[in-house]
């Protein structure tokens, strides 16, 4: 059973930053590519990092330089750093995977599995 957990979410000051970590159990966690992505209430799922398989990243013009998603294979634990947050980043943030060798860009729709998700709240 595929179990997808993150952590690390809260509340900050805009202009501060947070970590985000998630654990990947019961899948291959080395051949996903794995990505975070956010939700914020009447908006559309936003892709905001992904990591290939070998590490390759992509990371949309919104949350560039900000943001940075690096991996542990040997932890299978996803991490997000997240930077100069701002008010419009509050969200729901999730922790998905995939069986892919690279990343879809901005694709959302092609994540086989999630965390159940974690808020992340920017009060100015």
């Known amino acids: 059973q595929v179990q997808v957990s993150e952590s690390g979410g809260g509340s900050v000051q805009a202009g501060e930053g947070l970590n985000l970590c998630c654990t990947v159990s ?7 590519a794995l990505g975070w992505l956010r939700q914020a209430p009447g908006q559309k799922r936003e892709v905001v990092a992904c990591i ?9 013009d919104y949350v560039k330089g900000r943001f940075t998603i690096s991996k542990d294979n040997a932890e299978k634990t996803l991490f997000l750093q997240m930077s100069s947050l701002k008010p419009e980043d509050s969200a729901m943030y999730y922790c998905a995977a995939y069986f892919s060798p690279v990343c879809s860009g901005g694709a959302e729709a092609v994540y ?3 965390g159940q998700g974690i808020q992340v709240t920017v009060s100015s």
């Open 26 to 32: 019961g899948v291959a966690f080395e051949n996903c």
């Open 112 to 114: 086989d599995y999630w």
């Open 52 to 60: 290939s398989r070998s590490a390759d990243t992509y990371i949309p």
